[in-house]
């Protein structure tokens, strides 16, 4: 039977990249693409090249629309699926909860039914270090870390992580859970932190700061992380969890003046702000599990990556 893998989420940043190298290396899988749509989607994250290969189909489906999830089941009889598609921005959860909820969580849910009923092989659910909530200096999340969010978008993540395993323990879904530390690089929504200052800085406007800017991520190259994903779809044990992370520590505070610095900027471009509700002060991720069990290791330095990074929001 041949592999037919759908792939939520795929015109946002995570997704659209993933897509964009592994349609084109798995000409013998097709990848069915749902997406809803929404603010953030950019129809140019897919390459063309990707959009005319004959593996690759889409459809605009919303994950909360149980009945159209399941007429895509129907139409295409899939064999897999990877779940990237979520509401991730922490700013707008706070503003809006509700939708983080149903897009994380029931969206979730309907996946889980359809796979049930359908019985898919493996259900792949991509999570987030935000789950753990933050963590003290000199420790590190581990997979066995104690889930602990802090805000509704990183609760809704969580919610979800904890549905895919109980459907795994009770209706035995063979799943995969992987949690990845902050990504950067292209296709990234203009409200993230990196492309947000950058917009900013490229037409003369102050950044804006939470608090003094010390709170520190952990960042991951989005090409390493996608090929972390590929590595734990095709090899990992079922029902299993990896943390995917670059070890890659830097406050914001950091990566604003490495932005100020490649722009020739200086800082007075910086305005610190009232931090807001709750802002978690550290997160690091432990990937010794993946990188010994799979042999997954990153491999672009933050030091280049974050400078192509700049320079390809200011070429664009």
């Known amino acids: 039977m041949k592999q037919k893998i759908i792939i939520t989420g795929w015109a946002w940043f995570i997704g659209s990249n993933f897509l964009n190298k592994y349609v084109l290396w798995n000409k013998n899988i097709d990848f069915i693409n749902i997406d809803a749509l929404t603010y ?60 983080f909820t149903e897009t994380n969580v029931i969206g979730t849910q309907n996946l889980l039914e359809a796979h049930k009923k359908f019985s898919l092989n493996r259900f792949h659910h991509i999570s987030t270090d935000e789950v753990y909530g933050d963590i003290p200096e000199g420790w590190f999340f581990t997979e066995s870390t ?15 992580d904890l549905l895919v395993k ?28 990196i492309p947000h200052f950058i917009e900013f800085l490229k037409n003369n406007k102050k950044v804006t700061l939470y608090w003094n800017g010390k709170n520190i991520r952990d960042w991951l190259y989005v090409e390493d992380h996608c090929d972390a994903i ?55 991720i432990d990937a010794t599990k993946i990188k010994n069990e799979l042999g997954w290791i990153p491999k672009i330095k933050f030091e ?6 700049i320079h390809f929001y200011l070429n664009k």
């Open 146 to 160: 104690p889930i602990n969010p802090s805000s509704p978008y990183s609760a809704s993540k969580a919610s979800s």
């Open 166 to 193: 109980a459907y795994g323990r009770t209706f035995w879904i063979e799943y995969v859970i992987t949690r990845c530390s902050n990504n950067y690089w292209p296709n990234q929504d203009s409200e993230k932190l």
């Open 230 to 284: 590929w590595e734990v779809f095709t090899k990992a044990e079922n029902w299993s969890m990896y943390n995917i992370g670059g070890n890659n520590e830097y406050t914001n505070l950091e990566i604003t003046k490495l932005i100020l610095k490649e722009m020739k900027k200086d800082e007075s471009f910086i305005d610190f702000v009232e931090d807001r509700k709750w802002h978690d002060m550290r997160y690091a």
């Open 40 to 99: 953030a989607w950019k129809l140019e994250n897919i390459s063309e090249e990707v959009k005319n290969s004959s593996n690759y189909f889409f459809e605009k489906v919303d994950i909360r629309d149980k009945q159209k999830v399941e007429e895509i089941y129907k139409k295409y009889n899939p064999t897999d699926i990877i779940h990237f598609a979520a509401e991730s921005h922490v700013d707008n959860s706070i503003k809006n909860p509700f939708i």
């Open 304 to 309: 280049d990556g974050i400078v192509k990074t």
